[in-house]
């Protein structure tokens, strides 16, 4: 039974085939524009060789409603001036109008049969029309148009356009529609923030790392610059000394300074003269001018 609930599909094979919904609005246009027009008896007798797939029980309708409204349908495909996409767009559309005034007489399972049967009849009956739609229409599956139907009617509650030919609970699919993806994009919203976290976490914690590691490196490049450079002055000041006519004179020079290093050095550890207090200086000059008289 077909349904109008969203039903499992293969997104990676289908996502291409469903590029002609956007095109769909202009043939509900042309659908609603057919709904008073009065086609006589001009298709009856095509009509009504074909009856017999109809299953509902007022056939006269078939014949003079839906049988003539779906010929004059593919007529305007056919002379459509529009572009091969409205064409395309228009092929698989009618199937969608049609499964929908199928379903009031209870009959819409037969949607895909009765479709092949007016397409091919059509064209018999009128040889000068192209085969635009035939190839589609044969192909055409109850899976695939039930795909079709839950795709379209939930592309409509997104884009928020109504036709008289979608069933008068569809408010209520758009609501739970609408339900359901708030919830799932509230969940989605909170997954990002938490991910972009934890990526802002770990972006900072690879920084810190980083110029931690940076700075090791940068400390050691420098300890170890230090100690090359000492070692080439070292090993070249000694090669100067041993092995050059300036030895001599830095020998020389490094007496001089040992020299009066050690002169600056004894000078300062030399006891200063002891001062002696006046007092008792004054005490022994009297004492020695007493014992000469």
Known sequence: ?????????????????????????????????KENDNYGSYYNAYCSSIDYVFKGENKTEFIKEICPKSFSCFYDMLISKKNTNYREAGCRYFPYWLYYILKKHNCSNDTVQIYKTLMNTYLRYLPSASTFCTEYANKLTNEQLEDLISIYNTYKCIKKTETNYIPQNNNEYCITLKKIIDKYQESIIEEDHDMAQSRKSSIEGNIIQEIACSCRSNIINTIATTIILTSL??????????????????????????????????????????EVPINILNSGIYDMMYNQF
Not at 7 to 15: C, E, F, G, I, S
């Open 1 to 33: 039974m077909m349904g109008d609930n969203i039903v499992p599909l293969k997104y990676n094979v289908m996502h291409a085939s469903y590029g002609f919904l956007d095109d769909f609005s202009y043939w509900e246009e042309i659908m609603q524009m």
């Open 233 to 274: 002055i070292l090993f070249f000041l000694l090669l100067v000394f041993k092995y050059t006519s300036y030895g001599p004179l830095l020998r020389h020079g490094i007496k001089s300074i040992r020299k009066k290093l050690y002169n600056i050095f004894n000078t300062r550890n030399i006891p200063k003269r002891t």
